[in-house]
Each structure stands twice: as structure tokens, then as C-alpha cells.
């Protein structure tokens, strides 16, 4: 499972020093995003360093949940009511109904909303500066980290897993 560490720089030219001090240290451009402002990532940054990323797996995730929970819920009720005709067989039915519906809905309304590394550090972003964002295994990042510190990177207080992405 990879983890994720941000680290805001001060224009392009620091940004690419970082990701040339993270390779360096052993990550692949897999492992390495810049996040900047709309105007600097289309002018300036190539495609492949882009992250564009949304919420739409976790947004889909709890969809599913809630809706499956939700569906569980309905399924199990309309069984209590004999009158209804429901079966085991019916609530079950219901649960994998409302888990789909609730997945397709999350999914598409998790697909409008920016990833939470652009939505916190949003004040750095809109400040003109870029987030250098490495996605590693442990055993790579704690050098990259150190390469990106004595560089004069500065480390934002972000930790995450991205096994989803």
C-alpha cells in the first residue's frame, strides 16, 4: 500500500529540482504529481506530472455501503411485513439494489469534487505555489523525503494511503 506525502515548493524551477531529487532517491514518475494552479499546470506542467485527481473512488466506496446498508435495511423491513410477499431471497435483492444505486450516486457526484490534497492546501495553491506530491511504498519514501527537505522543500501536514488510486 502506497503512502501519500505532500510538499509545497516556491515556482516550476523548485518543482522540478524536486521530482529530479526524487527520482534520484528511487521513485518513478508513477510515484510523483505536481499540483499547482489552474493557469501554471496548463501552461507549464507536462501531462504525465498533472494530478488530477477527484474523489470518486472513496465517494463511491461509501456509497456502496450506505446504500447496501440502507437496501439491508428495506429488505429486512419489508420481510417483517408478511402481507408484502417479501422473501429472503427479495432482501437480498434489495440489498445489492441499493448498493448499486448507491455507488452510481456517489460515484457520479464524487467525480465534481476535488481530491482532499487540492481541497487542504488550497491557500498554497491559489498562493502561486506548487505541491509536490509522492504516492511510495515505505521503503522509498523516507529517502525521498529527505532529499526533497535538504532541498528546501517545506513538508505539509498531509499523510494518506492511496491504495484506490
Do not use: C
Not at 439491508?72 to 417479501?86: E, Y
Not at 529517502?143 to 527537505?149: F, H, K, R, V
Amino acid at each position: 500500500m502506497k503512502t501519500r506525502h505532500v510538499f509545497s515548493v516556491p515556482d516550476l524551477a523548485a518543482a522540478q529540482d524536486a521530482l529530479n531529487v526524487a527520482r534520484e532517491a528511487g521513485l518513478t514518475d508513477d510515484n510523483l504529481s505536481l499540483i499547482a494552479r489552474a493557469d501554471i499546470e496548463l501552461d507549464s506542467i507536462q501531462d504525465r506530472h498533472k494530478d488530477a485527481a477527484t474523489d470518486f473512488m472513496p465517494a463511491a466506496l461509501r456509497g456502496a455501503a450506505t446504500g447496501g446498508a440502507v437496501g439491508l435495511v428495506a429488505g429486512l423491513v419489508a420481510i417483517a411485513f408478511p402481507p408484502l410477499g417479501v422473501t429472503l431471497a427479495g432482501a437480498a435483492l434489495l440489498t445489492v439494489g441499493g448498493a448499486a444505486v448507491g455507488t452510481w450516486v456517489s460515484a457520479l457526484l464524487g467525480s465534481t469534487v476535488d481530491d482532499p490534497v487540492r481541497r487542504k492546501f488550497e491557500g498554497e495553491i491559489k498562493a502561486g505555489r506548487i505541491l509536490v506530491v509522492l504516492d511510495a511504498e515505505d521503503p522509498q519514501l523516507p529517502a525521498a523525503e529527505a532529499a526533497l527537505l535538504r532541498l528546501g522543500a517545506t513538508r505539509l501536514p498531509y499523510e494518506g494511503t492511496t491504495a484506490l488510486t
